[in-house]
C-alpha cells in the first residue's frame, strides 16, 4: 500500500491534490479519518491482501488516538478484484459500513463508509465515467453546468493540478484574463456555480475550494483539461 499522512490542519486543496493522485492510478484506496489525527489516503497497490485495523500501532492502518478500537479490530482483505471489511468478533465495538454491523465479512462499494470506533476508512473504487465521488464521506455530485461555466470551472482548477501544485484555485481576476471576460461575468457565474455544486452554506472564505473540489471529484475538470 501506498499512504499520504496529513496534519489535522490541513487543508481542504491539500487533500483534493492527494485524492487526485490516488484517482490518477486507477487503483482504489482509502481516506482514513481518524478520530484526533490527521487523515491518510492510502492506495491498495496490486500486491496488497489483507490489511488489518485497529488501535494497535503493529496494525497496517493504525488508529492509536481512538480508544473506541479495539488493539486488532477489523481487516480490510481483497476478494478478487474487489475489496472486503471482515469482522469475525475481535471487535468489542463492532465495525459498520453506513451504520449497517459488519457480521463475518463486507464486500465494499466505491462510496462506503468503514466506521471503527469514532474513525472513518471511506472506500473509492476509481471507475470510468462515474458520477458521483466521495471526500472524507461526504457524497458529491456532478452539477449540471453551461460551458461557459465549466470554462470557469477549469480556469478555476488550473493551479491546483498545475506541477508543483498551488495551494488554492485561481482568483476572480486570473480567471477573468484567461477567459478574457470581465471579473463581474466570472463573479456571476461563480454565484451560479456555487449554488448549483450546493456550497451556499460553506463559509465565504472556503467557497471556491468546494467548488474545486466537487468539479475535480466528479470528473467535471480533468488534467486533461488543463493539460495544454
Request: glycine share 8%; net charge negative.
Amino acid at each position: 500500500m501506498k499512504v499520504e499522512q496529513f496534519e489535522a490542519a490541513a487543508s481542504h486543496a491539500v487533500m483534493l491534490q492527494a485524492v487526485l493522485r490516488a484517482e490518477a492510478t486507477g487503483l482504489p484506496f482509502l481516506i482514513v479519518s481518524p478520530v484526533n489525527e490527521g487523515r491518510r489516503v492510502i492506495v491498495l497497490e496490486a500486491a496488497d491482501q489483507a490489511l488489518w485495523i485497529g488501535r494497535s500501532p503493529a496494525c497496517d492502518i493504525p488508529l492509536e488516538s481512538d480508544a473506541l478500537a479495539s488493539r486488532t479490530h477489523a481487516e480490510a482483505v481483497r476478494t478478487g478484484d474487489d475489496w472486503a471489511v471482515s469482522d469475525d468478533g475481535l471487535s468489542r465495538n463492532g465495525t459498520f459500513v453506513g451504520g449497517d454491523r459488519v457480521v463475518g465479512r463486507r464486500r465494499l462499494r466505491d462510496g462506503d463508509v468503514v466506521s471503527v470506533g469514532e474513525s472513518t476508512l471511506a472506500f473509492h473504487a476509481p471507475r470510468v465515467g462515474v458520477l458521483a465521488t466521495t471526500l472524507g464521506g461526504e457524497r458529491l455530485l456532478r452539477p449540471d453546468v453551461t460551458p461557459a461555466q465549466r470554462r470557469v470551472l477549469v480556469a478555476l482548477c488550473r493551479p491546483l493540478l498545475a506541477d508543483p501544485p498551488g495551494p488554492l484555485p485561481a482568483s476572480n481576476r486570473e480567471i477573468a484574463e484567461e477567459l478574457f471576460v470581465s471579473e463581474d461575468a466570472v463573479r456571476s457565474h461563480l454565484k451560479a456555480l456555487f449554488q448549483r455544486a450546493q456550497v451556499n452554506d460553506v463559509a465565504q472564505g472556503a467557497k471556491r475550494i468546494c467548488l474545486a473540489e466537487v468539479a475535480l471529484a466528479t470528473g467535471l475538470v480533468t488534467r486533461h483539461d488543463v493539460d495544454y
